[in-house]
């Protein structure tokens, strides 16, 4: 599973934000399974299978096949880990073929959510693993 993470500014909250990113955690492009619990315009509730298109510390950017109300609170679940998490609708875009683009903000950021070994470093850094180099094994040694 490779990781791509992305640079893309959030103005809507600057005493919240990275001064290097513009956003209050990075997002990483994942392409990752979950399940939104979520409330349609009509008032039904449904529950829809889909996969991520990035991620961060604080929710998520998925695309749906049906359409959900900006006005109510969402259930996010990860089989992964096996975790549910409250959001919120914080974009919505209507795209061809009667799919609709969601953005998902968590209730509080939830950096565990994930399950990302090595999230970017702007994560909450008690959440955080650090890589360590490899050992390496009848290594010659060098010649100066």
Do not use: Y
């Amino acid at each position: 599973m490779s990781l791509t993470t992305l640079n893309l500014g959030d103005r809507n909250n600057p005493s919240k934000v990275s001064a290097r990113t513009g956003r209050r955690s990075q997002r990483v492009v994942i392409d990752f399974p979950v399940t939104l619990f979520g409330q349609s315009p009509d008032g039904r509730i449904f529950s829809e299978r889909t996969n991520t298109q990035c991620v961060n510390a604080h929710g998520a950017l998925v695309i749906l096949a049906k359409d959900v109300n900006t006005k109510s609170p969402a259930i996010l679940g990860n089989p992964k880990t096996q975790m549910e998490v409250q959001c919120r609708v914080v974009h919505r875009k209507e795209l061809a073929g009667n799919k609709f683009e969601i953005g998902l903000e968590f209730t509080k950021p939830i950096p565990k959510f994930w399950g990302i070994n090595f999230p970017p470093e702007d994560w909450n850094p008690a959440e955080r693993k650090k890589a360590t180099s490899p050992q390496r094994l009848n290594s010659p040694p060098t010649k100066g």
